[in-house]
């Protein structure tokens, strides 16, 4: 198994992987941020409605989700034939990759962040208003400073569903060495041919281990959050 | 100074106040849920009365008749509530700078009025109840307020702390010229810190005492009757 430690095509797909992992959660924190906030928020016409569109990636099957990645962004897509005109098509590219990831990690970046956001008390909102915060200061130096261990549990979780996503990336995006081929894909391919099994094994060693410092990292990230506010 | 006239409800429940003060520290008596931190919430503008007019010096902060509702970020308020609700994340000098934008000055010398000097780095899971609260105060100055509302300010605290930081808001009352309106059931700390005193019963305001006045009518009875004598 270790054999294949040296060889720069796993090292490929293990960075191929990351890549695809960190642009879907760079793109997908932000608007998690935001849809945790107004999900959280008071209650407005439709947002049951919003709330069930968000999750849907959880609860469709995957190859479902694909599929609809590819009638709206594919070549001849609603949004996909526009951006393949300027040149920026999705398909059959890593970013197209992280945008299956992403939107099937959406829902599970949004959770623990809407929750920090709806645990929040009230009465320091009030305080912080009666001091003269107007909604930006609010937000940026009250709710989002304390929702922090939300967002990192979110992001953590979001990362390691990213990494692992297979049915929406395969569908949609394709299994191409090099470009879309990320470690479950890889480990998948590797599966199905006769001489494949030591790579394989190699590849699923490094998505525990990686797994493993995803979440140690989020644990020292919430305790050093926690240990600020202690000292 | 300040003038409150309001009128509304939650659920079933009716307030009503009509309370006109000047300079120093007008006190709200009376037991508890009888309405009194409702007041306090009209003035700050966290609870919105059905009819009312609100006035402190000469800006008017809410006048149903002619469509005025300042929000609260800008009604120039201190507002000090038994919790003292410290922003967890920031230090106690982050909280106290926090409604400073307000103002530009005056941090050493409200941190030396209430003895903050020693915690400035300190975060607020690590202070007590009095520390605490005198960092609330602290911070509701240093906002440059118009009028201080203090809702139960020492009712979180036990005997000794309260004792601690009783004569902060003495200091508080003597050294600075911001009035102080303060909500309390505590018949001592009225009596130790009011100029007037208005006694609220069941969302009413009932009656405008002097702190002599005030101190007769909570007496127990035999002793009025020897005082009348």
Same mark, same amino acid.
């Given at each position: ?41 008071? #209650? ?53 990759? #992280? ?133 | ?141 240093? #906002? ?86």
């Amino acid at each position: 198994m270790f054999e294949h430690l040296s060889d720069p095509t796993i090292w490929g797909i293990v960075i191929l992987s990351l890549k695809v992992a960190f642009l879907a959660v760079l793109v997908a924190l932000p608007l998690a941020i935001v849809m945790g906030k107004i999900l959280a928020g008071p #209650a407005f016409l439709g947002r049951s409605l919003l709330s069930a569109i968000v999750h849907l990636p959880l609860v469709l099957p995957p190859v479902v989700t694909g599929y609809a990645l590819l009638i709206v962004f594919g070549r001849r897509g609603w949004i996909g034939s526009v951006l393949d005109d300027w040149g920026l098509g999705f398909t059959f590219s890593w970013v197209g990759a #992280a945008l299956a990831a992403g939107l099937m990690a959406f829902p599970l970046i949004v959770r623990p962040i809407r929750l920090a956001f709806e645990t929040q008390s009230s009465d320091l909102n009030d305080m912080a208003k009666t001091l003269g915060a107007g909604s930006f200061k609010l937000f940026f130096k009250v709710a989002l400073p304390l929702a922090w261990p939300g967002i990192i549990a979110g992001a953590v979780l979001g990362f390691a569903k990213a990494l692992g996503e297979f049915g929406a990336t395969i569908t949609f995006v394709s299994n191409i060495p090099g470009e879309t081929q990320t470690l479950s894909l890889a480990i998948y391919t590797l599966l199905q041919s006769p001489r494949g099994d030591g790579a394989a094994l190699t590849l699923i060693a490094i998505s525990i281990v990686l797994s493993f410092v995803a979440i140690l990292a989020s644990e020292w990230m919430t305790t050093s959050a926690q240990n600020r506010m202690e000292r | 100074m300040l003038t409150v006239r309001c009128k509304g409800t939650i659920g079933t429940f009716s307030i009503s106040a009509d309370i006109e003060a000047g300079v120093g520290v007008t006190a709200i008596h009376g037991p508890s849920g009888a309405g009194k931190s409702t007041i306090l919430r009209a003035i700050a503008g966290l609870w919105h009365p059905l009819e009312g007019y609100i006035r402190v010096g000469d800006n008017v902060l809410l006048d149903t008749q002619n469509g005025i509702n300042l929000a609260t970020k800008n009604r120039r308020l201190g507002v000090v509530f038994q919790r003292p609700l410290l922003f967890p994340h920031l230090s106690v000098a982050d909280n106290l700078r926090f409604g400073m934008s307000r103002r530009e000055t005056g941090f050493d010398g409200v941190v030396g009025m209430l003895d903050l000097g020693g915690i400035l780095d300190r975060m607020p899971k690590n202070l007590s109840g009095g520390e605490a609260q005198r960092v609330a105060l602290g911070r509701a100055i240093l #906002a440059d307020p118009q009028i201080l509302l203090l809702d139960e300010p020492l009712t979180g605290l036990d005997d000794e702390r309260r004792s601690q930081v009783l004569p902060y808001l003495e200091r508080l009352r003597d050294e600075t010229t911001i009035p102080i309106v303060y909500v309390s059931h505590h018949r001592d700390e009225i009596m130790q810190l009011a100029d007037l005193i208005f006694t609220i019963e069941g969302g009413t305001v009932k009656q405008e005492l002097t702190p002599r006045e005030f101190e007769l009518s909570t007496l127990p009875k035999i002793v009025t009757r020897l005082d009348s004598a």
